[in-house]
């Protein structure tokens, strides 16, 4: 093992949030995040690792209450213009709950920068690399909410246009992610997405392979 590993009690620690975080959509009417609590989140998502320490993420904290249920109703406007297009699976999309923006502690609208680091090295040949770190940060800020018993639930039903013209965003500034954060009534085992039925989680050993594109006679993992 390496020197440089963590005791063992803070190995099972960093596995455990990671296999019991959930994208959570209940929370607790009227409760709060104290304000420690969430400087500390926020700075666990400023730690996160970024392309050419570009740090292109922005975190907007949403405290007005009309500008939420302005938010709220972007969502869904969406979930329904989403709903049309699943065709046979919209009436089963819409009765799933996806979103907890009214309910939340706290509400949070992450996006990219406003676009004046364009020659970072990394994105030349993949400008995606911005998102990637975007994502990263929001990953840190989910996996520090879940050690602090608080449940996070990242909304992606929205028309970015829109949400960036509502937050007044300058040119080159992109809503990626609406984040719903606070106590919640419970954690539950599975993924809700698993419990709705609408989708399961497929095995790591689909995603693994050795050298080469996986074919479908390919063994995976060793076991």
């Given at each position: 093992?390496?020197?440089?590993?963590?005791?063992?009690?803070?190995?099972?620690?960093?596995?455990?949030?990671?296999?019991?975080?959930?994208?959570?959509?209940?929370?607790?009417?009227?409760?709060?995040?104290?304000?420690?609590?969430?400087?500390?989140?926020?700075?666990?998502?400023?730690?996160?690792?970024?392309?050419?320490?570009?740090?292109?993420?922005?975190f907007i904290?949403?405290?007005?209450?009309?500008?939420?249920?302005?938010?709220?109703?972007?969502?869904?406007?969406?979930?329904?213009?989403?709903?049309?297009?699943?065709?046979?699976?919209?009436?089963?999309?819409?009765?799933?709950?996806?979103?907890?923006?009214?309910?939340?502690?706290?509400l949070f609208?992450?996006?990219?920068?406003?676009?004046?680091?364009r020659h970072?090295?990394?994105?030349?040949?993949?400008?995606?690399?911005?998102?990637?770190?975007?994502?990263?940060?929001?990953?840190?800020?989910?996996?520090?909410?879940?050690?602090?018993?608080?449940?996070?639930?990242?909304?992606?039903?929205?028309?970015?246009?829109?949400?960036?013209?509502?937050?007044?965003?300058?040119?080159?500034?992109?809503?990626?992610?609406?984040?719903?954060?606070?106590?919640?009534?419970?954690?539950?085992?599975?993924?809700?997405?698993?419990?709705?039925?609408?989708?399961?989680?497929?095995?790591?050993?689909?995603?693994?392979?050795?050298?080469?594109?996986?074919?479908?006679?390919?063994?995976?993992?060793?076991?």
């Amino acid at each position: 093992m390496s020197q440089h590993a963590f005791d063992v009690g803070e190995r099972r620690a960093v596995y455990r949030v990671i296999a019991e975080r959930r994208d959570m959509r209940r929370f607790v009417a009227e409760a709060a995040v104290p304000d420690d609590v969430l400087a500390r989140l926020l700075q666990a998502a400023h730690a996160a690792p970024s392309v050419g320490l570009m740090q292109p993420w922005r975190f907007i904290r949403i405290t007005d209450d009309r500008l939420r249920r302005g938010i709220h109703d972007l969502v869904d406007e969406e979930r329904l213009r989403t709903a049309e297009a699943l065709g046979a699976r919209g009436a089963e999309f819409l009765a799933l709950k996806v979103e907890g923006i009214l309910q939340c502690a706290e509400l949070f609208v992450v996006a990219l920068g406003d676009g004046r680091q364009r020659h970072v090295f990394g994105r030349r040949t993949l400008p995606q690399m911005d998102l990637a770190s975007v994502s990263c940060a929001i990953q840190n800020l989910w996996l520090a909410a879940r050690a602090e018993g608080l449940g996070m639930g990242w909304v992606s039903i929205f028309e970015p246009a829109a949400l960036a013209e509502l937050l007044y965003m300058p040119d080159g500034a992109e809503p990626v992610a609406i984040l719903c954060l606070g106590p919640v009534p419970e954690f539950p085992e599975r993924p809700q997405l698993e419990i709705d039925e609408w989708a399961l989680g497929r095995p790591l050993t689909e995603f693994v392979a050795e050298n080469r594109w996986p074919s479908s006679t390919d063994a995976g993992l060793p076991t």
